[in-house]
């Protein structure tokens, strides 16, 4: 059983579409986050839920809007894709006391 | 803000050798987690270990150990025995200990285990 799990892994599209890609743990935890990993590896946090509420809103472009439907779903929705945004996307959840995260696989972006 | 900094970008270790990576933190906080995790060219991040702040103790799983030293915001990860498993980007990783906080990557360490 996949405990965090990202839709699709791949992801290849071309500038000025609008693309979403989806998150589901079955781990029982409260908080979900989104990661994105630019390509230089850095992991920088964009958003955090804790039961369907938004916690945390980093400073991101308005074209990235997150849902979460439900404690156990966090989906990610882009807006005008543009190059900028081509890289790895991570899904993650915890307890909203802690303390460790767990990954999706992660969302490959590509903006062409 | 927190930061998380791990001042070697690349690091080798031959096979059955032990490594350590470094990491030091900034923070003024006194209760916060500290983590290890794991990057394989498979994309999938993986929890290696967890320090919590409180704790003296050092943690261990297996191979893998820290050494903290809370006073000075050092945070090192020791894998013995290395295997070519163990080949990944290790990044080290902070967490406050209030509810709801983010956790803070640092920049990664690029492991290679030479058979």
């Known amino acids: 059983d996949t405990a965090v799990s990202q839709t699709p892994k791949y992801l290849v599209t071309q500038m000025g579409n609008d693309k979403s890609i989806k998150c589901e743990q079955n781990?029982?935890?409260?908080?979900m986050y989104w990661y994105k990993q630019d390509s230089k590896k850095f992991l920088k946090i964009m958003f955090s839920?804790?039961?369907?509420?938004?916690?945390i809103n980093e400073t991101v472009p308005n074209r990235f809007s997150p849902k979460s439907p439900d404690k156990a779903h966090l989906n990610l929705h882009i807006n005008s894709l543009e190059l900028g945004d081509s890289a790895v996307y991570f899904c993650?959840?915890?307890?909203?006391?802690?303390?460790?995260?767990?990954f999706g696989q992660g969302t490959r972006l590509t903006v062409v | 803000a927190q930061t998380v900094t791990q001042s070697q970008p690349e690091m080798s270790v031959q096979e059955a050798e032990t490594v350590t990576l470094s990491c030091t933190y900034d923070?003024?906080?006194?209760?916060?987690?500290l983590f290890w995790y794991k990057q394989p060219p498979s994309r999938q991040m993986i929890l290696v270990i967890r320090?919590?702040?409180?704790?003296?103790q050092n943690a261990t799983e297996n191979r893998f150990s820290v050494n903290f030293q809370k006073a000075a915001k050092s945070f090192s990860l020791k894998i013995s025995d290395s295997q070519l498993g163990d080949a990944a980007m290790y990044f080290c990783?902070?967490?406050?200990?209030?509810?709801?906080?983010?956790?803070?990557f640092g920049p990664g360490t690029r492991l290679s285990v030479l058979p």
């Open positions: 993650a959840s915890s307890h909203y006391q802690g303390p460790e995260a767990f």
């Open positions: 781990l029982g935890h409260d908080t």
């Open positions: 839920y804790n039961n369907k509420e938004l916690i």
């Open positions: 923070t003024s906080e006194s209760d916060y987690y």
């Open positions: 320090q919590e702040a409180y704790k003296q």
């Open positions: 990783a902070y967490r406050r200990g209030n509810y709801g906080q983010n956790f803070v």
